[in-house]
């Protein structure tokens, strides 16, 4: 079973600040996920990270896939309160392909942004 | 809206009753998947189909589940006999058959039994 760890489980901040949230796992995937989700709603798709090494940027969000495609990181600059959420990694198996898309799930982390 | 849409979204039940949830994936993915999440818990993948065909399930995904998708369009998931421990949400999500195409999810279907 492949398993996604996510740290830290929670994080409360103040608007302006700038956090790291992490996606570590022994095994590989080949490729990576990263998910936001709001209380009462499913999730919604941020990134997707393919290449061991690659980084990614959505305006504030910057993410990061391991060279060895077994971690990940989300890092948001100058958090805003519309940032808060559940933030959820997820990972398909194996070392390509991965085309029948069996996510795993980290348990996420709960961003509280306040103003 | 052409958004995967699940009903209904909230359900109350009293333990051992039957319960039926469905799903409506956007009309051009073949690839329809359940998922559940449970508090402080990320989703957890209970069974896809690729057009109407099953092709794999959750150890999780006990005798008293079961899900299809008859005409490879909408999907439902019943769970039979309900017990507390059922108590989540119940998340379809559909895709493209394309290796990276993105996994869009519905809303959910929350699930409360008493």
């Known amino acids: 079973t492949q398993l996604l760890e996510q740290s830290p489980q929670f994080l409360s901040i103040q608007e302006g600040e700038n956090l790291t949230v992490y996606c570590n796992s022994s095994s590989v995937f080949s490729s990576l996920q990263w998910y936001r989700q709001e209380p009462g709603e499913g999730p919604v798709l941020l990134v997707t990270v393919v290449t061991g090494g690659e980084v990614k940027k959505l305006k504030r969000l910057t993410f990061q896939f391991g060279d060895a495609r077994k971690d990940s990181s989300l890092h948001i600059t100058a958090a805003q309160p519309g940032d808060t959420g559940l933030y959820l990694c997820a990972g398909a198996p194996g070392n390509s392909g991965g085309s029948n898309y069996k996510l795993t799930f980290g348990k996420g982390t709960l961003l509280t942004v306040n103003p | 809206d052409t958004g995967v849409s699940q009903n209904p979204r909230h359900k109350i039940t009293k333990r051992g009753q039957n319960v039926t949830f469905r799903c409506d994936p956007i009309?051009?993915?073949?690839?329809l998947y359940w998922y559940r999440q449970t508090l402080g818990q990320g989703p957890e993948f209970l069974t896809y189909?690729?057009?109407?065909?099953?092709?794999?399930k959750s150890r999780l995904l006990s005798d008293r589940f079961s899900a299809e998708r008859p005409k490879g369009s909408f999907s439902t998931l019943e769970i039979q006999r309900t017990e507390q421990g059922d108590s989540a949400m119940y998340l379809c999500?559909?895709?493209?058959?394309?290796?990276?195409?993105?996994?869009?999810f519905g809303e959910g279907s929350r699930l409360t039994v008493l």
């Open positions: 189909f690729q057009n109407e065909a099953q092709l794999e």
């Open positions: 009309s051009e993915h073949n690839r």
């Open positions: 999500a559909s895709r493209t058959s394309i290796n990276t195409g993105e996994l869009f």
